[in-house]
């Protein structure tokens, strides 16, 4: 559960490594299939990925946080 949590959320309970792995071969099996099929009037079907729970963002923020002097800090923790 730990993992899972730190992963994203408890929709990740349960995905491992084999279970990652098993979501990428499903979606690598599909690609062959899509590029090898011989399709009629060319017109290739669409085939929806393995359902993957969502991750989440690691990207930071775009504005950069100023860093606080240490009058600052000490200001706030004493309570002017």
Partial sequence: MTVALASGGREFLGWGVDRHMAA??????????KATGNWGKGKVPKIPG??????KSTTPST?????????AIYARLSGR
Wanted: charged content about 25%; hydrophobic content about 35%; glycine content about 0%.
């Fill in 24 to 33: 990428d071969l499903f979606d690598a099996l599909n690609a062959n299939t």
């Fill in 50 to 55: 393995y359902p993957r729970p969502k991750a």
């Fill in 63 to 71: 504005t950069p946080k100023k860093p606080a002097s240490v009058a």
